[in-house]
């Protein structure tokens, strides 16, 4: 542990260096392909500095951060184009919208609060989840798994929000939501599109979605040119997970998750095309309490099918579950450890 946090802090060290070069340097230079060019080697740095951990937890949030926001974030911006246009006036805000899931909120004058109660009972559900794996020899395998994703799910929910409190107080500014609660979509579309992980769905329609389309609708209508789009959305998504999965486990791909997200993508284009045929939506209209229980019963069934066999097999998992119930163990001895020197004190202070 402790050599992965020695990691941890230089490559975010080496991160900094980075993005404050694509700051102050690369913004004089012209965009386009002399600005893409510029930053390549930032690209190809932030691609292998996850290897330099053994910790799942590190090498995901790590990947996350900066093998998939920042790159894709600092190639939009090399065309002008992204959440990074217009430049932030800052370079701490330049530094947190490349790295972090988090978006300014359009209309600042709106509300912004953090929902305390839902972070603290999701703490909680995390605190059970951890007690139940102790009694995982009487739980059937299915269940076990399913409680590995729920964990896995909240942790990140957990961490984003903190990272928003975080982020808030030192830019002084309103973020717009991470998520909208998935587990209530009501179709492919909503789920993928509008309330899971908002910021990666943001990110892969403008670099990939809207230059596939205008590419295809030049030799398709433009009613169904939207379909290569989508599927090239989703086939990017699972290429990017093929290479996560690789930092986790470093085992050669399998091509299981890509197969995962070419499903997905299949099935959102075709529930797409069928919402276009208005006669066939109203006939087939579903209440919403059927409509979420298909939907995200869908995405997790082809998730055990098609996600979750590499992780199972290479013990990513259990090692994830792991290294929580230790950082769990570490936080109560420094808790514990405080406590104690706080008694002394107080016992000290009442003698004098």
Known sequence: MEEDLKSFIKVWVYGIISISYCYYITTRIRSGVPRLLSIFPVLVLFLVIPLSFSSAHLSLYTTFSLTFLANFKLILFSFDKGPLIPLPTT????????CFPIKAQENPNSQNHFPKRDVAVKVAIVGVLLHLYGYRNNLSPTLLLALYFVQLYLEIDIVASFLKIAVV???GCDLEPQSNKPYLATSLQDFWGRRWNLMVPAILRAAVYAPMRQVSQRRMSSGWGLFPGVLAAFIVSGLYHELLFYYLTREVPTWEVTWYFVLQGVCTAAEIALKKKTTVTRRWQLTPAVSRLLTVGFVFVTGVWLFAPQLVRSGVLER????EVLFVD???QKFITLLRI?????????GV
């Open 91 to 98: 370079l701490g805000r330049f530094f947190c919208f490349t």
């Open 169 to 171: 107080i030192f830019l």
């Open 320 to 323: 994830y579950k792991y290294e």
């Open 330 to 332: 570490f936080i109560k």
């Open 342 to 350: 706080f008694l002394t004190s107080v016992k000290s202070f009442n």
